[in-house]
Every structure is written in structure tokens, then in C-alpha cells.
């Protein structure tokens, strides 16, 4: 039976980092008998943490419970705690202590809170991650065991299809067109692999769900192996996700011993043996025939596509690959029905995508917002904007979307809607959802310089052009920032570039330019401002 009232206290990474765990076990200490204390999944607003929330008697939660980091109603959430403050915090749990904390009472009404539409996060911050009883009684597997006895994998791919749901990894290929090429393959075995190896600067998203509600991955990878006929799969996480890794394992061992891994699952013909796989941190194992190949234990590189991994993938068997995100978007889907999510975001780009936003804004944190939502919301009325910023952009120069691989897209462009075509045509790209804010002070060709110095450093060596040419680019770069480039070197990058980008053989290297391309379009004078005057003899 649960407490009448209850402390979730965060759990996430952002917040252990500023001592939520010293904080959970003070308050554990100071909680009397019927107030509860659990660590739950990112309460969103990372820049005021520790975070906790309090949940009252009456209160609703669950999958329908609301927007924000928890149930309506009677919750409060309070940031920045001291293990000091946690009597104070159980006390005002219990209706008593007045206005103590008040200046940390964070307001479940502003933009930051109000306008997100949570929706693959709509567990996280309200679940304890690693109980997984407490996932049940959240809607864990319910959509999993009523598949496999209600619906044929048709049917759920239909579902799927009607969705609209793009891949959340990137390149936002249509998730059901990907799921029918897998299961529509000869009659032979078949795999299904999640691709969590989030390493874009600045992005926490995956790594947010991994810690926050595993179950929810686990579930929508074994509804994917379901459509399209996999018996074994694989979760593939970086190293630099401890934390993701431990909850993670700990949820595989718990759906494995409570029946919804192995064979059968939950009394159905249906068996699924999921492993996990954890990567040595290589950026270009994100590239889906690069993670294959460190799956299998080999060298993380990238091979010539076609084949594709929904055709030959991992032991030449069919494939498919999808992110974190996609696949924690599906319990949501089948619970409410493809039109359900796709009357949500744009006729291009449904349903909603999480944000992991960082850089120069006030607040930094985890963000969930239909597809469609202008930059200039999710940075400026949601964000908050860049601390002191004035002025119509509110101190906002620009916004790097896409990591490494994305690009800068300027503060007077910011109504651009968020959504996979509209930020292409603009020079960058989706990406996996990172959003990171420039200040006005910052430096465009420092920034192009940083990126493509993470691209020489994460290249894998095997093709030529981006082996040699990002690190060519970078030695241009070096002379803008130093102030001592010619015309001549801007226009060796700009060809250098185009160069590198039409000839490398992965993603990686087809993207590495972008950073570069971008600051050039919007930011050309200070490419200009850094070249020597040539004088004419």
C-alpha cells in the first residue's frame, strides 16, 4: 500500500552530480511513518538540482496524470536542496513549516513545466526505475501482453505506420516503412538491436530514459521484435552511461525472471532473449553498420550501404535498428492508437520529440514538445532565454542543433518550426535532440573549430576524406580563430567542405562540414573580420 504522501527525489545523473543521493538518504532518515521516499527518473529541470517533488493524498499519476514532472493537482517541486533542508522538506510534506523553502518552491505553472507534452517521458520522474512493480502499476508491459493476445504483428505494424513516427536517432526515416522492410524479408531468422549510443555533445535524452524508465525501452523493443518476427536482440549503450547501464541490466534480469523476456513470454508463443552491449565509447558506433560490427566484436567501422541492416545485418540476418527514443515512444502509440499520435506535430514530422537543452540558457534540462514548436519557444519562452539577455532575441545569437553533425541556425530564424525538412532546408538538421544555446559573445569560428576538432578525434580512419580532410579543416580553422587566415583559406574551407562532406563513406564524415557550412552562411563577416588584409603589390 503506498504512502499517503510521497518525496520523489531525482535520481538522474544531473542531479546525483549535484547530490541528490546524500540528499535521498537524509530525507530517508527524516521521513516519518506514512511519508515515502523514492529516487525517480529527471524531474526535467536540471540546472536547479537537487530536485524533489512532493505528491499529496489524491492526487493522479500515471501515463494520463499531466504535463510536467509529475501528477497535478496538489504536487510541489522544490530544486537546489541541501541535505540539511530535508527535515524542513518533510515537514512541508506533512502541511506543517509554513513558508520554510519557499524560495526554492520551483512553479509547476511556468513555461518550462506547462507547455511540455510528455508523452515517450511520461512515466520518467515518477517511477522508482529500478522497482519494477512500480512500473507495473504504471502501465509497464500492459501494451506488450495485450499484443500478444489481441493483435497479429500486421496489425501492430499498421499501428505503427499510421503513427507517422520518424526515427528518432537523425535521419528520421519512417519507423513502420523500416519495421515492414525487416519483417517482409525471406522466411529466416531476424534481430532487433536499440541503438543507445548517445554521444553528441550537449544530448542527454536517451541517457535520460535509460535511467529513468528502462522499462519502457524493454517494452517497446520487444513490441518491435514482435512486428516483425525477432527472437533475440540487443541494447547497444556506450561506456560513458554508468549509471544507464547498471538500471538497465538490473530491468532486463527483473522482465526476465517476471516472464516478459525469454520463452515464452507472459504464456504466448512469443520469445524474445535481449542482451545488452556496451560500446567502448566511439562516436561513429552510432552509425548503425559501425555499432554492428562492435556488436559482433569487431572493429566499430562503418561498411558501403546498400545492403542495408534491414536486409543484412547482424550475422547477415535482417535487422532492424531504431534509437531509444523511437522505441520508448511505442507503448504510448498502441495504448492510444496510431491517429492519436499522429493528429499530434506537423503533416511531415508527428508526434513530439524530447530535448535535451543546454549551452548559454537559464534553463537547462530535459524538455518534451509536439513537433512543430518553434525554436524560439522551446529556447526562449520554455528556456528561458540566455541569463541578463536583452533585446528582441533575448541575448540568443544562435542555436546549434544536431551536435557535430548539425548545424547553427540563427537567433532572427528562431520561429523556424522544429521539424525534420524545415531545419534541413536551413542548413543543419534534427539530429537526435540536442539544443544548445549561443550567448552573443560567442565566437562562430571557435564553435566550427570545437565540432570538427571532435570529428577528427572521433573519425575511425577508414575512408580518406574524412580521415584527412577533417583534420585539413581543422588546421584552417586554426588560422581564422587565430586571426591570421587569407581570402584564399576561406575559400580553400568552403571547397575543402563540400569536398568532405560528397565523399566520405558514413555519416559521420558526410556530416562533419555542416557546423562549418552553417556559420559561413549566417556568420560570414566573421570569417571575413579574421582574414588578413592582402595588399596588392
Not at 544548445?436 to 566550427?448: D, R
Request: hydrophobic fraction near 40%; include cysteine; charge should be negative.
Amino acid at each position: 500500500m503506498a504512502d499517503p504522501v510521497q518525496l520523489r527525489c531525482c535520481g538522474a545523473s544531473g542531479c546525483r552530480a549535484a547530490g541528490s543521493e546524500v540528499l535521498r538518504q537524509a530525507l530517508e532518515q527524516a521521513a516519518p511513518a506514512g511519508v515515502g521516499v523514492k529516487s525517480v527518473g529527471c524531474l526535467r529541470l536540471c540546472g536547479r538540482g537537487p530536485l524533489v517533488a512532493i505528491d499529496r493524498p489524491g492526487e493522479s499519476s500515471g501515463p494520463d496524470a499531466g504535463p510536467g514532472p509529475g501528477p497535478p493537482g496538489d504536487s510541489l517541486l522544490f530544486g537546489e536542496l541541501q541535505p540539511s533542508e530535508a527535515e524542513a522538506l518533510v515537514a512541508l510534506a506533512l502541511g506543517e513549516g509554513g513558508g520554510a523553502l519557499a524560495d526554492r518552491q520551483l512553479d509547476l505553472r511556468q513555461p518550462f513545466f506547462a507547455l511540455q507534452h510528455p508523452v515517450v517521458l511520461e512515466s520518467c520522474g515518477l517511477i522508482d526505475p529500478t522497482n519494477l512493480d512500480d512500473a507495473l502499476a504504471h502501465g509497464a508491459y500492459g501494451q506488450l501482453r495485450r499484443l500478444l493476445q489481441e493483435c497479429s504483428p500486421e496489425q501492430v505494424r499498421e499501428q505503427v505506420k499510421r503513427s507517422g513516427l520518424r526515427g528518432r536517432g537523425g535521419a528520421g526515416y519512417p519507423t513502420g516503412l523500416k519495421w515492414d522492410t525487416v519483417a517482409l524479408q525471406p522466411p529466416g531468422p531476424r534481430l532487433v538491436v536499440c541503438n543507445a549510443d548517445e554521444g553528441d555533445p550537449g544530448a542527454f535524452m536517451d541517457r535520460s530514459v535509460l535511467e529513468g524508465d528502462p522499462h519502457r525501452l524493454i517494452e517497446g523493443l520487444a513490441i518491435a521484435a514482435f512486428a516483425v518476427g525477432a527472437e533475440q536482440g540487443f541494447v547497444y549503450v556506450r561506456a560513458e552511461y554508468p549509471l544507464a547501464i547498471e538500471r538497465l541490466r538490473l530491468a532486463l534480469e527483473q522482465a526476465r525472471r517476471h516472464g516478459l523476456l525469454g520463452a515464452p513470454i507472459d504464456g504466448s508463443g512469443f520469445q524474445l532473449q535481449l542482451e545488452l552491449r556496451v560500446g567502448a565509447g566511439a562516436y561513429v558506433c552510432g552509425e548503425e553498420t559501425a555499432l554492428l560490427a562492435s556488436i559482433q566484436g569487431e572493429r566499430g567501422t562503418p561498411r558501403p550501404r546498400p545492403p542495408f541492416p534491414a536486409e543484412v545485418g547482424l550475422c547477415g540476418a535482417p535487422t532492424l535498428i531504431n534509437n531509444v527514443e523511437t522505441l520508448a515512444a511505442i507503448p504510448a502509440i498502441l495504448r492510444r492508437g496510431g491517429d492519436w499520435y499522429a493528429a499530434i506535430g506537423t503533416e511531415g514530422s508527428k508526434g513530439t520529440k524530447v530535448f535535451s537543452l543546454s549551452g548559454a540558457v537559464l534553463n537547462p534540462g530535459l524538455v518534451e514538445v509536439p513537433m512543430g514548436t518553434s525554436l524560439r519557444t522551446v529556447v526562449q519562452t520554455i528556456g528561458g532565454g540566455v541569463p541578463g539577455g536583452t533585446g528582441a532575441h533575448g541575448g540568443v545569437k544562435a542555436v546549434q542543433t544536431g551536435g557535430p553533425s548539425g548545424g547553427c541556425i540563427p537567433a532572427p530564424l528562431l520561429d523556424t518550426p522544429v521539424d525534420y525538412e524545415r531545419l534541413r532546408e536551413l542548413g543543419s538538421m534534427l539530429g537526435s535532440g540536442g539544443l544548445v544555446v549561443m550567448g552573443e559573445t560567442t565566437s562562430m569560428p571557435e564553435l566550427a573549430r570545437y565540432f570538427m576538432g571532435f570529428n577528427v578525434n572521433e573519425s575511425c580512419g577508414k575512408c580518406l576524406p574524412c580521415r584527412a580532410g577533417t583534420v585539413q579543416l581543422a588546421q584552417l580553422l586554426d588560422r581564422f580563430v587565430a586571426r591570421r587566415a587569407t581570402l584564399a583559406d576561406l575559400e580553400r574551407l568552403e571547397e575543402l567542405c563540400h569536398m568532405v562532406g560528397a565523399t566520405s563513406l558514413c555519416g559521420l564524415g558526410k556530416a562533419a562540414p555542416n557546423p562549418v557550412l552553417s556559420t559561413l552562411r549566417y556568420f560570414r563577416q566573421e570569417y571575413l573580420a579574421a582574414c588578413l588584409l592582402e595588399v596588392t603589390p
